[in-house]
């Protein structure tokens, strides 16, 4: 099962937890993990709308301190987003943890075949390629649009 698959693993004194975030939690680990900010009226649109979505807590703490999500069709199309671990809990295989979650619950749950994709920013390109991510240029390129 893949909650377990992605629990072992998982260091002493951190839950990993099958959903999203709060919306404070939510925009408190894009800020202080370095992803763009986002308003509070971002997060409530986009939070009920993902695939599927995964946080930990460190347990003596209660806080939030990291997260990641899918947003896809259900069929064959899936996009790997808000991937953070806060600062002081880095290095620590929480964000490999949060990503074998989510990998986990495709190979599970959707069709064979789906296609998966992200926006590696520097720091995380280790960890994709660890997962089987590839860098696709010169074939094709991340392009992207902001409103």
Same mark, same amino acid.
């Given at each position: ?7 072992? =693993?998982? !260091? ?35 939070? !009920? =709308? =993902?695939? &599927? &979505? ?58 064979? =075949? ?23 240029? !010169? ?9």
């Amino acid at each position: 099962m893949p909650e377990e698959g992605a629990l072992a =693993g998982l !260091p002493d004194h951190y839950r990993l937890v099958p959903d999203v975030p709060g919306v404070e939690d939510y925009l408190r680990l894009r800020r202080d993990s370095g992803l763009t900010p986002k308003t509070r009226e971002q997060a409530e649109a986009a939070l !009920p =709308g =993902g695939w &599927a &979505a995964v946080h930990v807590v460190h347990e003596p703490s209660g806080q939030t301190v990291g997260m990641g999500r899918l947003i896809g069709d259900g069929g064959w199309y899936f996009h790997v987003v808000d991937m953070a671990v806060l600062p002081d809990h880095q290095r620590r295989g929480l964000g490999d943890r949060i990503l074998t979650h989510l990998l986990d619950l495709l190979r599970r749950d959707v069709p064979p =075949g789906a296609y998966v994709t992200l926006m590696a920013d520097g720091p995380g390109q280790r960890l994709y390629a660890r997962h089987g991510f590839a860098d696709q240029a !010169p074939r094709t390129i991340g392009m992207s649009l902001v409103l």
